[in-house]
């Protein structure tokens, strides 16, 4: 795990702000939010999408920050049309994608798909892969009115050329198609699942994936072995990608779990080898999730279903103070101290910093820092806000809670005049 020591906190940041490649993708500017159909397992259909649709609004999670309405696999026909287009399951969609789009952006939404180079093994039929397609496939969402593409790799043969290669491809295609649609990448659903982490994206997407799976679960060794990562995990494998991300670029270590249940996720993925039941996340785990996504400056696509979705669900996921973390425009990914790698430091733009005190343990854990060690000087005292308490208090200096098992104290350092 890559970790910093005080002020080296100070040069990630200048690091990360270095000028990009020539060719990299258009910046996302600060981490795409929104919801991704998969982890719900709600059939996809123009009733279920616009019944999502609504409910984001009167949630208010559009209101928070949330925009993007995403069809994961099971919106396509399984055969292009006479033209060689991609074209809508027309049971589920008869009046094709293009309506759909229209109503989210009617809404103050935004719509999202997705697609694969190949399609072997991941949901949709592997004769509507988008290889050789590129140009033809953007095109045809450019005219649907899509915003976001997620481009999933579905092959077990993952050399970095040809995932270049083909990535590539379709992100020129979809920068040829005069629509801005956010490209977002997953190069670990191969034969290598570590390519999103150990290879820099950001000259080949605006997103990138840099984890296996997320699975509604903290995590243990038996879950990583099937090739799936529980919260804890997650967190952990998304620290080597860390140079990588910035306003140009950012990493994903996969959609958010929060709101689901494990015996709920393993009706909807019948076909996932999830292995043994588990306990499902607690409220301090979900918390815990949610907060160190934030850290992460990842992106918060939620995968709840939001038309039953319960107030302490709704609570998490809108929790303002978190997402601002989150949605800070300097997009950089926070690292743990090289004292304590349970103190997370996140340097802000306006010159604060995002500290989350996290305690993976099975008891409580006073931990401790103090505004030198996360970047912080030249001031007698500094501003501690809580962001899930939502209450401040005023310290020379010392940061300290105690953080339930599993928990995150997820504070804002301010320097006082």
Same mark, same amino acid.
């Given at each position: 795990?890559? $970790?910093? /020591?005080?002020?080296?906190?100070?040069?990630?940041?200048?690091?990360?702000?270095?000028?990009?490649?020539?060719?990299?993708?258009?910046?996302?500017?600060?981490?795409?939010?929104?919801?991704?159909?998969?982890?719900?397992?709600?059939?996809?259909?123009? $009733?279920?999408?616009?019944?999502?649709?609504?409910?984001?609004?009167?949630?208010?999670?559009?209101?928070?920050?949330?925009?993007?309405?995403?069809?994961?696999?099971?919106? !396509?026909?399984?055969?292009?049309?006479?033209?060689?287009?991609?074209?809508?399951?027309?049971?589920?969609?008869?009046?094709?994608?293009?309506?759909?789009?229209?109503?989210?952006?009617?809404?103050?939404?935004?719509?999202?798909?997705?697609? /694969?180079?190949?399609?072997?093994?991941?949901?949709?039929?592997?004769?509507?892969?988008?290889?050789?397609?590129?140009?033809?496939?953007?095109?045809?969402?450019?005219?649907?009115? +899509?915003?976001?593409?997620?481009?999933?790799?579905?092959?077990?043969?993952?050399?970095?050329?040809?995932?270049?290669?083909?990535?590539?491809?379709?992100?020129?295609?979809? &920068?040829?198609?005069?629509?801005?649609? +956010?490209?977002?990448?997953?190069?670990?659903?191969?034969?290598?699942?570590?390519?999103?982490?150990?290879?820099?994206? /950001?000259?080949?997407?605006?997103?990138?994936?840099?984890?296996?799976?997320?699975?509604?679960?903290?995590?243990?060794?038996?879950?990583?072995?099937?090739?799936?990562?529980?919260?804890?995990?997650?967190?952990?494998?998304?620290?080597?990608?860390?140079?990588?991300?910035?306003?140009?670029?950012?990493?994903?270590?996969?959609?958010?779990?929060?709101?689901?249940?494990?015996?709920?996720?393993?009706?909807?993925?019948?076909?996932?080898?999830?292995?043994?039941?588990?306990?499902?996340?607690?409220?301090?785990?979900? $918390?815990?999730?949610?907060?160190?996504?934030?850290?992460? !400056?990842?992106?918060?696509?939620?995968?709840?279903?939001?038309?039953?979705?319960?107030?302490?669900?709704?609570?998490?996921?809108?929790?303002?103070?978190?997402?601002?973390?989150?949605?800070?425009?300097?997009?950089?990914?926070?690292?743990?101290?090289?004292?304590?790698?349970?103190?997370?430091?996140?340097?802000?733009?306006?010159? /604060?910093?995002?500290?989350?005190?996290?305690?993976?343990?099975?008891?409580?854990?006073?931990? &401790?820092?103090? !505004?030198?060690?996360?970047?912080?000087?030249?001031?007698?005292?500094?501003?501690?806000?809580?962001?899930?308490?939502?209450?401040?208090?005023?310290?020379?200096?010392? +940061?300290? &809670?105690?953080?339930?098992?599993?928990?995150? !104290?997820?504070?804002?350092?301010?320097?006082?005049?």
């Amino acid at each position: 795990m890559r $970790r910093l /020591s005080g002020l080296v906190v100070c040069a990630a940041v200048l690091a990360a702000c270095a000028p990009p490649a020539s060719d990299a993708p258009q910046p996302p500017q600060t981490p795409p939010m929104g919801w991704n159909s998969w982890n719900s397992g709600i059939p996809l259909t123009e $009733r279920t999408v616009e019944d999502t649709i609504d409910a984001m609004v009167s949630s208010g999670m559009r209101d928070a920050g949330y925009r993007y309405v995403n069809l994961d696999a099971g919106w !396509a026909a399984p055969t292009r049309d006479a033209d060689g287009n991609l074209q809508a399951d027309p049971a589920r969609f008869p009046h094709g994608i293009a309506p759909l789009a229209a109503y989210a952006h009617d809404h103050g939404l935004l719509l999202g798909i997705y697609h /694969s180079p190949f399609n072997e093994g991941c949901g949709q039929d592997p004769r509507i892969g988008g290889a050789n397609h590129e140009g033809a496939d953007a095109r045809t969402f450019a005219s649907w009115g +899509v915003d976001y593409l997620k481009y999933d790799w579905c092959r077990l043969d993952a050399g970095h050329t040809d995932q270049v290669k083909y990535f590539a491809a379709m992100r020129d295609a979809l &920068r040829a198609s005069g629509r801005r649609i +956010v490209y977002s990448i997953n190069p670990n659903s191969s034969g290598d699942p570590d390519a999103g982490s150990e290879f820099d994206w /950001s000259h080949i997407a605006d997103v990138s994936r840099d984890a296996m799976d997320l699975v509604p679960a903290w995590g243990d060794e038996l879950l990583w072995d099937t090739g799936l990562a529980g919260v804890s995990q997650a967190f952990s494998a998304a620290a080597p990608a860390a140079p990588h991300d910035g306003p140009k670029h950012v990493n994903d270590p996969d959609m958010l779990v929060v709101g689901i249940g494990w015996n709920e996720f393993a009706r909807n993925h019948p076909t996932m080898s999830l292995g043994p039941p588990r306990p499902d996340l607690t409220d301090v785990e979900q $918390r815990a999730h949610f907060s160190l996504w934030a850290m992460l !400056a990842a992106p918060l696509l939620a995968g709840n279903d939001l038309r039953s979705m319960d107030e302490a669900t709704r609570t998490i996921l809108t929790n303002r103070d978190v997402i601002a973390v989150d949605q800070d425009p300097l997009v950089l990914q926070g690292l743990p101290l090289l004292a304590d790698d349970r103190v997370i430091v996140k340097p802000l733009a306006d010159g /604060s910093v995002a500290v989350a005190l996290f305690n993976p343990g099975a008891g409580p854990a006073t931990i &401790r820092t103090d !505004a030198h060690a996360v970047g912080l000087t030249g001031s007698a005292k500094y501003t501690v806000r809580d962001l899930w308490q939502h209450d401040e208090t005023t310290t020379t200096g010392d +940061v300290e &809670r105690t953080v339930p098992p599993h928990g995150v !104290a997820m504070l804002r350092v301010t320097r006082r005049p």
